[in-house]
């Protein structure tokens, strides 16, 4: 539509998830508020990986910011990526990755939904079945409120999580097919 900006859409129904047999499956899961600006990131790159060709067995979730509502995805799925900001010191717009065992070894200054996501996290360890997780961070410098706009550097970043991230569930996939 003209003059409305770019606006986040819905990836899926919950329906999808409880359709078919999940476990084999990666689920990437982008979390982040997309009306704090940079905060969104995670959110705005499950935007783009919508938009490309992917693997059937990657599956995609705008987990928004985070919350209980979203543990019964922890018990369909045998790998979850998340995507996530951060607010670490380090150049806006750098990715890195981390393997959160629990909730404490999430970084410390994730954005603000931080207690919401590391209380779910802490709610996955006392499930029967805990996937293994895989977290991608975005650095970012600060969090603009009522803001859909994200700051140059860190929408330069999208492509290159994109690419780290289809690569890592590749390589994860391909491991699984292995054993």
């Known amino acids: 539509m003209d003059g409305i900006p770019d606006m986040p859409e819905a990836v899926s129904s919950d329906a999808y998830y409880f359709e078919k047999d999940k476990s084999g499956a990666i689920l990437v899961m982008g979390v982040g508020n997309y009306l704090m600006g940079d905060e969104g990131i995670g959110?705005?790159?499950?935007?783009?990986?919508?938009?490309?060709?992917?693997?059937?067995?990657?599956?995609?979730?705008?987990?928004?910011?985070?919350?209980?509502?979203?543990?019964?995805?922890?018990?369909?799925?045998?790998?979850?990526?998340?995507?996530?900001?951060?607010?670490?010191?380090?150049?806006?717009?750098?990715?890195?990755?981390?393997r959160p065992k629990f909730a404490s070894d999430f970084p410390s200054a994730l954005s603000v939904h931080d207690l919401g996501l590391k209380d779910m996290i802490e709610a996955v360890y006392l499930m029967e079945h805990q996937p293994d997780l895989y977290l991608l961070t975005v650095s970012i410098d600060g969090i603009t409120p009522m803001t859909v706009d994200l700051s140059d550097?860190?929408?330069?970043?999208?492509?290159?999580?994109?690419?780290?991230?289809?690569?890592?569930?590749q390589n994860l996939f391909h491991e699984k097919q292995a054993v």
């Open 153 to 169: 550097a860190v929408k330069a970043a999208i492509p290159t999580a994109s690419e780290q991230i289809l690569t890592l569930a």
């Open 43 to 98: 959110v705005r790159i499950i935007e783009a990986l919508s938009r490309q060709s992917l693997p059937q067995y990657v599956d995609l979730l705008d987990g928004g910011t985070g919350g209980f509502l979203l543990l019964d995805r922890f018990h369909a799925y045998g790998t979850i990526i998340f995507v996530d900001a951060t607010m670490d010191g380090e150049p806006a717009g750098t990715t890195q990755w981390l």
